[in-house]
């Protein structure tokens, strides 16, 4: 469920941003995900979205759809401090003004610091361009295997707090 908060962050996002496969169809179907072996990156993904109390976001471009894998992705939480984090990761794949922003007001709030986004943004950079992945054809794949396929270390693997 959306909070107000997060609806207008979310379309603050699509004005400020280029919209990266806008058109495209792709809607997260929790159930069939929920039924998925566990460890799979599928089920990995529902259980974030569980654990959390989210709803699969089905509007926005293709960045803000498939937002919560990308958590998965990187091992960050839903944290605010982790969220903060996660956007560096994400302006390092894809020219993201609102990211940027956001990583901004981290550092200048201290709700991270710069150890941390620079360690973000080279996780970033070195893995593989996800905005190129079939996510769906990975979904019954292990999380670790598809982060070794698209060159994700896990961000939680690093001392980051």
């Known amino acids: ?41 599928g089920r990995e993904v529902a259980q974030f979205l569980d654990q959390n109390g989210f709803d699969p976001l089905n509007s926005g471009d293709w960045i803000q759809r498939t937002h919560d ?14 969220e903060f984090v996660l956007q560096a990761f994400v302006r390092s794949q894809v020219f993201r003004p609102s990211s940027a922003i956001l990583v901004i007001a981290g550092l200048l709030t201290r709700k991270c610091n710069l150890k941390e986004v620079a360690q973000s943004i080279k996780t970033g950079r070195l893995a593989k361009h996800i905005v190129e992945w079939d996510i769906e054809s990975d979904w019954e794949t292990p999380l670790e295997l598809v982060r070794q396929k698209l060159g994700i270390v896990p961000l939680t693997a690093y001392s980051m707090k």
């Open 1 to 41: 469920m959306q909070d107000l908060r997060t609806e207008v962050v979310l379309k603050l996002a699509q004005i400020i941003n280029p919209q990266i496969r806008a058109s495209e169809k792709f809607l997260l179907d929790i159930e069939f995900l929920r039924q998925l072996p566990d460890g799979t990156l």
């Open 69 to 82: 894998i990308w958590h998965v992705l990187t091992g960050l939480s839903a944290s605010e401090h982790d």
